[in-house]
């Protein structure tokens, strides 16, 4: 059974970082693209970045250059490290991974929320 159980949100102001870690279970870990996404209120989900099993990543445009996306396969673990954070990055953050064409997993969310 897929696990994904993020941690690491929280309050912090504008300019400030945080780390948000996705414990990840059920699956061989290593294998697959692995992805953040954020939901901010009355908006809908939104990719923030991917990273791929080949070790390449993308970056949604509002996030690029200060968000970096990485993983630890012997811990099972994926990493969101977010610096230069801004209040517009205020969202639930969910750590997701499709392990089949009709399977996508997301785990229950962390809030961050950035103050001005």
């Known amino acids: 059974q897929v696990q994904l159980v993020e941690s690491g949100g929280g309050l912090v102001q504008a300019g400030g970082s945080l780390r948000l870690s996705c414990a990840a279970s059920?699956?061989?870990?290593?294998?697959?693209?692995m992805g953040w996404y954020r939901q901010a209120p009355g908006k809908e989900r939104e990719l923030v970045a991917r990273?791929?099993?080949?070790?390449?990543?993308n970056y949604a445009g509002s996030v690029k250059g200060r968000f970096t996306i990485s993983r630890d396969n012997a811990k099972n673990t994926l990493y969101l490290q977010m610096n230069s954070l801004k209040p517009e990055d205020t969202a639930v953050y969910y750590c997701?991974?499709?392990?089949?064409?009709?399977?996508?997993?997301w785990g229950q969310g962390t809030q961050v929320t950035v103050s001005s």
């Open positions: 990273l791929f099993n080949s070790g390449s990543t």
């Open positions: 059920g699956f061989i870990f290593s294998l697959y693209t």
């Open positions: 997701n991974v499709r392990t089949s064409v009709n399977e996508a997993h």
